[in-house]
T-cell receptor, first 113, second 112 residues
Framework: DTEVTQTPKHLVMGMTNKKSLKCEQH?????MYWYKQKAKKPPELMFV???????INESVPSRFSPECPNSSLLNLHLHALQPEDSALYLCASSQGQGANEQFFGPGTRLTVL | QKEVEQDPGPLSVPEGAIVSLNCTYSNSAFQYFMWYRQYSRKGPELLMY????GNKEDGRFTAQVDKSSKYISLFIRDSQPSDSATYLC????????????FGPGTSLSVIP
């Protein structure tokens, strides 16, 4: 299995809702990432988990809460989002040792009303 | 000056043309270079990964790195309409390879 899967594909939520995004990989990768991508812009790094521990938080607002239950799973919990948080949320994984390729999932398109 | 720059395009070429996509970077510490292809509303797909200066070929794609000029290129031979996408160059930070700096991307259209 050489892919990263993400659910749901699309999500519409109100500003008072709580929702979660899910990411899964079965490549034995030890690093997993959350990115945010706005239209016509490159991906922006949000969080990195390395060996199931949070290693990088790019000063992301606390309304985004990541969780790594095990080495194959990565969640992003969303609460009290703003309309400007609407974007494509991408998960990626890599071997996590040295400089190596990151493999991306298809993304979750989030709309905050 | 941005760390990684790309001409945003859009670049429009006829089917069968050779396409040249380019990135320049300012940080000489970058050692590894990646090219991603991203179709509209999809996740980026890794095309090429290279370390050394020189050329690396994979099918119709050739990645070229010139570290002395801080310049990388991706060439697409015999371009197809299915190559129409945004192409992103990317470079891991030497201080933390998990942090990848992406170029802004070049939008390519291959016209049948």
């Amino acid at each position: 299995d050489t892919e990263v899967t993400q659910t749901p594909k699309h999500l519409v939520m109100g500003m008072t809702n709580k929702k979660s995004l899910k990411c899964e990989q079965h490549m034995g990768h030890r690093a997993m990432y959350w990115y945010k991508q706005k239209a016509k812009k490159p991906p922006e790094l949000m969080f990195v988990y390395s060996y199931e521990k949070l290693s990088i938080n790019e000063s992301v607002p606390s309304r985004f809460s990541p969780e790594c239950p095990n080495s194959s799973l990565l969640n992003l919990h969303l609460h009290a989002l703003q309309p400007e948080d609407s974007a494509l949320y991408l998960c990626a994984s890599s071997q996590g040792q040295g400089a190596n390729e990151q493999f991306f999932g298809p993304g979750t398109r989030l709309t905050v009303l | 000056q941005k760390e990684v720059e790309q001409d945003p395009g859009p670049l429009s070429v006829p089917e069968g043309a050779i396409v040249s996509l380019n990135c320049t970077y300012s940080n000489s510490a970058f050692q590894y270079f990646m090219w991603y292809r991203q179709y509209s509303r999809k996740g980026p797909e890794l095309l090429m990964y290279t370390y050394s200066s020189g050329n690396k070929e994979d099918g119709r794609f050739t990645a070229q790195v010139d570290k002395s000029s801080k310049y990388i290129s991706l060439f697409i031979r015999d371009s197809q309409p299915s190559d129409s996408a945004t192409y992103l160059c990317a470079m891991p930070m030497k201080t933390s390879y998990d942090k990848v700096i992406f170029g802004p991307g070049t939008s390519l259209s291959v016209i049948p």
